[in-house]
């Protein structure tokens, strides 16, 4: 069983059309996070979510809305695509204190905007 | 606020040679970090964390950090790698009054036979 779970691996659209990607985390954590890295291997944190409650939010298009319907899934949103979105975004989870624990990632689903 | 800084972008090493990657960060007030390693295609694992106590720190497959305070050090050893270890490296670093991990932007290891 995976156990941070994100779909789809891949994803290829035009720019300007909006598109959602889902991640579940089979782990019983109470945190679950995105990440964006982009080409150069650079990883960002976007957003975190604990207990279906938003906690971190970085400076963030407000085209892109994460949603978590309960504490094992957080999917992202993402209106009105860029080229600049292509990246690969990663769903991670983790359980008590957000900067202390450790951090268990997804495969990624690789975003290619054309 | 917290940063850190991965001083090189690659590192090409010999197979059964030791290896260091280097790691700095930058931070006013008590620190944790960590070391994270991503296989191709694939997510992100932690290798190892320091969050107090030894300053020494023994992760997974091998891998050791020290974590040096005057020098905001952070640097991952291996004494022999393998080809396996061909992977990027990540170093992070969180502050023990902030929610967040803030990433480096990751050393790649080159294993060469």
């Known amino acids: 069983d995976t156990a941070v779970s994100q779909t789809p691996k891949y994803l290829v659209t035009q720019m300007g059309n909006d598109k959602s990607i889902k991640c579940e985390q089979n782990?019983?954590?109470?945190?679950m996070y995105w990440y964006k890295q982009d080409s150069k291997k650079f990883l960002k944190i976007m957003f975190s979510?604990?207990?279906?409650?938003?906690?971190i939010n970085e400076t963030v298009p407000n085209r892109f809305s994460p949603k978590s319907p309960d504490k094992a899934h957080l999917n992202l949103h993402i209106n009105s695509l860029e080229l600049g979105d292509s990246a690969v975004y990663f769903c991670?989870?983790?359980?008590?204190?957000?900067?202390?624990?450790?951090?268990?990632f997804g495969e990624g689903s690789r975003l290619t905007v054309l | 606020a917290q940063s850190v800084t991965q001083l090189d972008s690659q590192v090409p090493v010999f197979e059964e040679a030791p290896v260091e990657l280097r790691c700095n960060y930058s931070?006013?007030?008590?620190?944790?970090l960590f070391w994270y390693v991503q296989y191709p295609n694939q997510g992100l694992q932690l290798l190892l964390k320091?969050?107090?106590?030894?300053?020494l720190v023994k992760g997974i497959n091998g891998f050791e950090a020290e974590f040096n305070k005057s020098q905001t050090s952070f640097h991952l050893r291996k004494p022999s790698v393998h080809i396996s270890d061909t992977a990027e490296y990540f170093c992070?670093?969180?502050?023990?009054?902030?929610?967040?991990?803030?990433f480096g932007k990751g050393t790649r290891l080159h294993i060469l036979p």
């Open positions: 991670a989870s983790s359980q008590g204190a957000t900067n202390t624990g450790e951090l268990f």
């Open positions: 782990l019983g954590h109470d945190t």
């Open positions: 979510y604990n207990n279906k409650e938003l906690i």
């Open positions: 931070s006013s007030v008590s620190v944790y």
């Open positions: 320091y969050l107090s106590g030894s300053t």
């Open positions: 992070a670093v969180s502050e023990n009054r902030d929610d967040k991990i803030i």
